[in-house]
């Protein structure tokens, strides 16, 4: 049976986010959870969490945002298991870089 990307899309949406000590839980609609630990996000390791909890479902399940420190992810590319840039730390080496140009 093939499948279409639409259906691949679907099948990465989340029902619902939770949070542990060391991990957040993907509750995936088809019933798989997937546990990412925060080593993965860079922006979520420095977040309390209290700013982690406030995690927003968008895109019918297919994105998350964090608004209190400015984080989008896609539920694919967590299931992908696609490395995380981390923005926060690359801004700071761009700005480095031009001062001491």
């Known amino acids: 049976m093939n499948t ?6 679907h099948n990465c949406a989340v029902t619902e986010v939770t949070f542990e000590a060391d991990y957040f839980s993907l509750h ?3 019933g798989r959870v997937l546990l990412i630990p ?14 982690r ?4 479902i968008g895109g019918m399940g297919t994105s998350l945002h964090w ?3 400015d984080e989008d992810l896609t539920v ?4 992908l298991g696609r490395r995380i840039i981390d923005w926060q730390k690359n801004t700071q080496r761009v ?7």
Do not use: N, W
């Open 4 to 9: 279409t990307a639409e259906e691949k899309i």
């Open 28 to 30: 995936l609609i088809d």
């Open 38 to 51: 925060y080593d993965l996000v860079p922006s979520l390791v420095r977040a309390t969490p209290k700013q």
């Open 53 to 56: 909890k406030k995690c927003q």
């Open 67 to 69: 608004p209190d420190i």
């Open 76 to 79: 694919e590319g967590l299931v």
């Open 95 to 101: 700005r480095k870089t031009k001062h001491s140009t």
